[in-house]
């Protein structure tokens, strides 16, 4: 069993910055591909970004782009989301999840955290 355990979000204004962080324990971090989502009220679950097992390869969503980073450290097992230039519309529960590599699809993921609030002031 992998256990995710997000931290790191809040309230902050338009313009401002986040990071993320995603502590993952119980099995061997590095064998997993790692995922940010987030979910507003009343939308469904959206991607956000992704790395693969050896952080060499990172996809973003359109909306993501050149604000967010994703990144990982394996000695640490644990994986970030740098959010910079943040918007009201990314007001969001932001959650981490493990998966598959080279798969970036909700149903590629097998373990989720329970998600971290981020509210973006306008």
């Known amino acids: 069993q992998v256990q995710l355990v997000e931290s790191g979000g809040g309230l902050v204004q338009a313009g401002g910055s986040l990071r993320l962080s995603c502590a993952v324990s119980g099995r061997t971090f590095s064998n997993y591909a790692m995922g940010w989502f987030r979910q507003a009220p009343g939308k469904e679950r959206e991607f956000v970004a992704f790395i693969t097992r050896s952080g060499g390869t990172t996809y973003y969503a359109d909306s993501a782009k050149g604000r967010f980073t994703i990144s990982r450290d394996n000695a640490k097992n644990t994986v970030y989301l740098q959010m910079n230039s943040l918007k009201p519309g990314d007001t969001a529960v932001y959650s981490c999840?493990?998966?598959?590599?080279?798969?970036?699809?909700?149903?590629?993921?097998?373990?989720w955290g329970q998600g971290t609030q981020v509210t973006v002031s306008s």
């Open positions: 999840a493990a998966g598959v590599d080279y798969c970036s699809g909700a149903g590629c993921f097998l373990y």
